[in-house]
């Protein structure tokens, strides 16, 4: 209880002072912007009423996005891993490959995916498992090359094959990092996905979010960020649960 | 022979180990080491040795620290090739045959945390390829006759230093090996409980008899579990002394090793670990 008991508060106070500040207009004044442009979190309350349906539908939609995306993360992610930990030679070859995809803009990709894919979810899915894959890899690898080389003698002398090692110690070991790359790839998915709907889509949040923006909806705007961030905090909630009910050793 | 052609190449360039009947030892193996010599970079840290352990022999082995003993265990579980000289474990000759026949049980317990204590002990079992169930009951068997009956499902974490070490021991003797490599196995514990760890050791040999390496810096340990102790010098290691015990593995560990005799033998060890040290 306590944990939740001081963000509450803070939260509770900045939405207050923010209802505050927005319905006297100080806050439009400080921008610099017309009042009709800076919502107050009632009016982004009323917009994500209203608009439930719409908002639900859409989110629905950024959601399919994201877990597709982030199923071929996560098998893609822990099979170059594996590969890498038992090929040095793999490892060498691919690791700055694995860097330099991550310092590629998606602004790059992006146009071109949609080009090759089309304007269905995959391009949207394929950007999400671009992002992804990164963190669940390179958290992975680590853990497997984390084991401790005193067990991996005790197993060989235990008449256990390389196959062996991996799965019974190098693995398990590696369970709790694979989960600290999934929370980061998780947490990283929404951005990606609505980015894959800027470059072209007819729905999803970040559809609808550049929609909104051009129609000065900003109220509903605010109101789809808050389902996008309340999709990633649910996301999140998840891997924590998995992973403790996964990793029962620690 | 369990052999696995389709393993990828590896990065740590395991050598696969020879076959092994699952189960019981079947035969005993003593080891022999003649003129062994080792390299670790450019340093030589062990210089023609010769030792001999008959089958069923427990041979201790002490030294200053850092003189080489744990690469010595090392090789002789067939974990390293030795640069010079040989070691057989009966007529095992390489390193992937030393490795069939000898199983290492590291300084650290290395108990799986995941694996519940009796799985830990099966490990040798699952790796043969024996399913859940009958690699439990096998290991099962061991854990009533060393004492460890009801903590088969505790995970290590719930465990003491002892009963960890027990659990690691088992693990060892479980994999049916002749020859058992032991890293300075009670290191890590308290006196007492280490005093009750080498009485519980002496008992678990006597009931089940093997050809046995134990590398250790307790010389009262080394005297009170072993037939025969090899004092090692400084780096280069080089036998200084090999020491021979009357009495070994005695039921009342107290008693024996205030007798004197043992103080005696305790007395030329220890003066022969001060020469090997200068």
Not at chain 2, 38 to 49: F, K, S
């Amino acid at each position: 209880m306590k944990r939740w008991l001081l963000p509450t508060l803070l939260l509770t106070a900045l939405i207050g002072a923010w209802q505050v500040a927005a319905s006297t207009d100080a806050l439009a004044d400080l921008l610099g912007l017309a009042p009709f442009l800076v919502p107050s979190p009632a009016e982004i309350a009323e917009a994500l009423w209203e608009s439930r349906s719409l908002l639900a539908e859409n989110a629905w939609v950024t959601l399919q996005e994201m877990l597709l995306g982030l199923a071929c993360a996560l098998v893609a992610g822990v099979g170059f891993a594996v590969a890498m930990r038992l090929s040095e030679a793999l490892r060498l070859a691919f690791y700055p490959l694995l860097v330099a995809s991550q310092a590629v803009p998606i602004l790059v990709i992006a146009p071109i995916l949609v080009v090759w894919l089309g304007f269905g979810i995959w391009p949207k899915a394929a950007i999400v498992a671009l992002v992804c894959f990164f963190p669940i890899a390179v958290s992975v690898l680590a853990g497997l090359r984390s084991v401790d080389p005193e067990a991996t003698k005790m197993m060989r002398t235990l008449d256990a094959s390389r196959r062996q090692i991996l799965w019974r110690v190098e693995a398990p070991t590696a369970v709790p990092h694979f989960f600290t790359g999934l929370r980061l790839a998780v947490a990283i998915a929404p951005i990606a996905a609505v980015f894959g709907e800027w470059v072209g889509a007819d729905s999803g949040l970040g559809h609808q979010i550049l929609q909104d923006n051009a129609q000065l909806a900003t109220a509903r705007l605010f109101a789809a960020a808050i389902v996008l961030a309340a999709l990633a905090i649910a996301l999140v909630g998840l891997t924590a649960l998995a992973e403790r009910r996964v990793v029962t050793w620690r | 022979m369990r052999q696995d052609t389709k393993m990828p190449a590896n990065a740590s360039g395991f050598a696969e180990p020879a076959a092994m009947p699952a189960g019981d030892v079947g035969f005993a193996a003593g080891v022999s080491i003649r003129g062994l010599g080792h390299r670790y970079g450019g340093l030589q840290t062990i210089e023609r040795l010769d030792l001999e352990l008959p089958p069923h022999g427990v041979l201790g082995i002490v030294g200053p620290s850092g003189c080489g003993k744990s690469t010595l265990l090392e090789l002789v579980a067939g974990l390293q090739e030795p640069a010079a000289g040989e070691i057989a474990l009966g007529s095992a000759l390489t390193s992937a045959e030393r490795l069939a026949r000898c199983a290492f049980m590291p300084q650290r317990d290395m108990l799986l945390p995941w694996l519940a204590a009796i799985d830990n002990a099966a490990l040798a079992l699952r790796n043969r390829g024996l399913g859940r169930g009958a690699a439990r009951r096998q290991a099962g068997e061991l854990f009533e006759r060393f004492g460890l009956a009801g903590f088969e499902p505790a995970r290590p974490a719930e465990l003491s230093g002892g009963m960890r070490q027990r659990v690691a021991f088992l693990r060892t003797l479980v994999a049916g090996k002749p020859v058992l490599a032991l890293d300075e196995p009670f290191a890590a514990l308290d006196a007492i409980t280490r005093a009750e760890m080498q009485e519980w050791l002496a008992g678990a040999l006597r009931a089940d008899p093997r050809t046995v390496v134990l590398v250790t810096h307790d010389v009262e340990e080394a005297l009170y579990l072993c037939d025969r102790v090899a004092v090692l010098s400084a780096r280069p290691a080089r036998l200084v002394e090999e020491l021979f015990v009357p009495t070994p593995r005695a039921a009342d560990r107290d008693r024996a090793v205030t007798e004197p005799q043992f103080v005696a033998v305790r007395e030329r060890a220890l003066l022969a670990l001060h020469r090997g040290s200068q």
